[in-house]
């Protein structure tokens, strides 16, 4: 059973920090799971994946390494290390395009092979201390091709083009205000937010906003919007 145990949780924490999968949840947990996390409790299923979100939209790129295992009885402890990038609002602080790295503990409770509680220990205090500075980061090409790659990850296999379009689609500009800062006619600009909305896979603009928040894509889309709209000035 210890064994098991062990690769229950080394599987789901691979499965939802780095594969982001979070359907596979159900296979391990249950609605009497107790979830305790640095930044919400909360309980069942339904309620770590609210939680999740909160990272995924704040840390899209997030990567997590496994350090240590430890079993003792029916708990398996994971000692961790994470990193990635500041791409949506965490905490109320902006998104910065910061780098972040942090460690942890997760500790996990089982009864009868189902996880009965997960207990994650994070610093946040230590996360909020790398974001928060009073000093404007500049975006470089660096951090721009980042971007470009995770919302393609998020949305799909779509040019640097096509994300500019949907970027300014998310601030609510016209079909005329976005062809105008990316040099085309407004009917133009409009036929091709359509068209790449239904290469995402959803019909029109008007359901781009949800389609964007469900894939934890809205704010980093949101973000280079600003941007070219900035830039374009």
Known sequence: MNCKQGAIARDLMGYIWNDKEVDCISEYMNEQTIIESPVRISTGTEGFNKILQIWFRAFPTLRYTEDELFILGNTATLKWRVSGQHLGEFYSIAPTGKEIHYDGTTQFA??????????????????ITQIASTTVEIVTNKNLDTMFDTVRQQLGNITDREIAFLALACLNLSSKQVGDLLSVKGDSAAKM????CQKIGI?????????AVEKNAYELLHRLGVLFRTSAK
Request: aromatic letters at 10%; a negative charge; zero cysteines.
């Open 110 to 127: 089982f009864n009868n092979g189902v996880v009965s509680s997960y207990n994650a220990t994070v610093n946040i205090q230590d996360i």
């Open 193 to 196: 937010i359509t068209a790449i």
């Open 203 to 211: 019909n029109n603009r008007g359901e781009l906003t949800d389609f």
